[in-house]
């Protein structure tokens, strides 16, 4: 039986949809299988566990007063987790028994499921963690994970490799807080309208979309607000959006069938997505020509394995006239990891978590080749001194 640690949350603003999407998955792994071990990660950065996170009412309740903080050790082969309880000591004739607290092994896990989603959990950071340690997890390598979050940095590589994306401009912040008057004059050589994004973020947190000046200006206002780093893109007519998953990982990877969402917005935001249901109404399959589904599925592989990405991702496609595709954005820890696509594809959710561990656990063997010494003799070479060093 595999130990697993579910890490549930995240400091994030994608917290609470971080949270259902842990429970989902907590609930569908093969407890016959795999010791579950859910480790929640608090909207400020505490780490907490203990029995109860594996049940949603918790986390509806807000009250985490009786859970304790775990810990880690950043040192390579160190997979366990680490809780400090106290102790009491003996005492005797002449002194009195004294409290004192004690690190305590509370877990050794054998593989991490990553209930996360947004900064700080889908971006890298929390893949860099677990390396660090070496413990395997789902989902796409610090790599993938940093591309795949960054959706400046995504295109320019989706670019470079022949997929396509809709036309775009970035600025940082504080070059926009610097000289506002020269940002917008690289952004209104775009067309209007314009879809204004924090180039970090996902859930549709942050977007909003400008049909002149003065709307882009409330735009940015807004996006600054949660990123330092903002992406404005032309926002297409006669727009349709299909998504497509894909699985696996290096060139052994599947994709599923696509849907469309419904009723969808051409700026769908966290409100229309999520509070309002915006996101809830799909149809699976999409009604795409042949042409177009083959397409979308080829470049939703494509999109996937140029970033190095694992596991499981969901690719957004735009559909400009039912002609013209565009891939809008790929997301390497999808909500529910998509699983409403793969189930109608054939695969359960049980059988999709059963496959992301395989995937996690495959990840890690083949990181465990490559070599990480180097046999030399520079230190041997190299004289140090007050004045700086110099190689023989």
Known sequence: MLNVGVLVGGRSVEHEVAVITAMQMIE???????????I???NTGKWLVGEGLEKFETYKSGDFSKFKEVFLMPSYGDRSFYTLNKKSSSGGLFSKQEEYEVLEKYCTLDVAVLGLHGTNSEDGTIQGLLETMGIPYTGGNVLASSVGMDKVLMKDVYRQNGI????????????WLEDPEKILLNVERLNYPLIVKP?????????????DKMSLLKAIEIAIFYDDKIIIE???DNLREINCAVLGRQEDVIASILEEPIGWVDVQTFENKYEKGGGSTRKLPADVPDKIRIEIEELAKQAFKVIN???TARIDFLLEDNEKVYVNEINTLPGSTSYHLWEKTG??????MDRLIEIA??????????MVTFESNLYSKTSYGTKGSSIK
Do not use: H, M
């Not at 016959?32 to 071990?37: D, G, I, L």
């Not at 970090?200 to 400008?210: E, P, R, Y």
């Not at 695969?347 to 999709?352: G, K, M, T, Y």
């Open 234 to 236: 032309e926002a297409i």
């Open 164 to 175: 396509p994306t809709v036309e775009y401009c970035w600025f940082y912040r504080d070059e």
């Open 347 to 352: 695969i359960n959710f049980q059988e999709l």
């Open 40 to 42: 929640y990660i608090s």
């Open 28 to 38: 569908n792994l093969d407890k016959s299988k795999y010791k579950v071990f859910p």
């Open 199 to 211: 180039s970090n973020l996902g859930s549709s947190i942050g977007i909003t979309k400008a049909k």
């Open 361 to 370: 656990l495959d990840e890690s063997k083949d990181k465990e080749k490559n």
């Open 309 to 311: 990405c694992a596991g």
